[in-house]
């Protein structure tokens, strides 16, 4: 069976954020996880990885020609509440990491599977961290294009 182009998509994106530089776990979309947690029982950071594929335009006449793919890889960086505003770790800690996620996405990166190429559109949007139950959440955002 050939490897249909939403996995090629999928997996050129993956292959970078496996290679994140920031040492946290990540979780992927249907895959077992469970969040990290320190050697005396307390929560530590990670980050959730969610591929948002937008609409595939046509661009030419011909059904089987490439068409244009883009979407939206969203990383977030997800941070222990009770870890936050303690002296521990400063809101503005936050905001770095989650930069340091964006950074490893620059403007024009290929990201390339098996013949597929996706490219990153512009730089990351990092957003403001967001409370999220037991966790702040700051979520990064990666436009990418491709046509594939």
């Not at 954020?17 to 990670?46: C, I, R």
């Not at 595939?56 to 941070?79: A, C, V, Y």
Request: proline fraction near 10%.
């Amino acid at each position: 069976m050939a490897i249909t182009v939403q996995t090629l998509v999928w997996q050129a994106l993956k292959a970078r954020v496996a290679t994140l530089p920031v040492g946290y776990a990540v979780s992927y979309p249907m895959e077992p996880f469970d969040p990290p947690v320190s050697a005396n029982g307390k929560p530590l950071p990670y980050v959730e990885c969610r591929h948002l594929p937008n609409d595939n335009t046509r661009l030419f006449i011909k059904g089987s020609d490439p068409h244009e793919r883009m979407g939206i890889l969203q990383l977030s960086l997800l941070w222990p509440v009770s870890d936050v505003g303690t002296g521990k770790t400063h809101p503005d800690v936050l905001t770095q990491k989650a930069g340091e996620i964006a950074a490893h996405f620059p403007a024009d990166l290929a990201l390339d599977f098996q013949g597929a190429r996706v490219r990153v559109e512009r730089a990351p949007d990092v957003a403001q961290p967001l409370r999220d139950e037991a966790v702040w959440r700051v979520p990064v955002s990666v436009r990418y294009r491709g046509y594939i």
